[in-house]
């Protein structure tokens, strides 16, 4: 999905036709491939694109929780 959203976001992005997407992503579930997710939002991270991941459920989250890191 996130390919998805950023060749939609590429496309026809002209100084007359500027968009901004918002992508939530639910999940009721760990996220198995977070670091290739993480990895795929950082690929498009220059793209008019934020991100929202949200977990609902009795699951255990906490793999999903990243530090952000000191630069």
């Known amino acids: 999905m996130i390919q998805i959203v950023a060749e939609y976001t590429q496309n026809d992005q002209s100084t007359s036709n500027q968009q901004y997407v918002v992508m939530v992503i639910i999940t009721d ?21 934020s991100y ?8 255990d ?9 000191k630069k």
């Open 61 to 69: 989250f906490t793999l999903m929780v990243r530090k952000q890191e």
């Open 52 to 59: 929202e991941i949200m977990g609902v459920g009795p699951a």
């Open 29 to 49: 579930g760990v996220i198995n491939d977070i670091d290739d997710t993480m990895e795929e939002l950082r690929r498009v991270a220059h793209l008019p694109i």
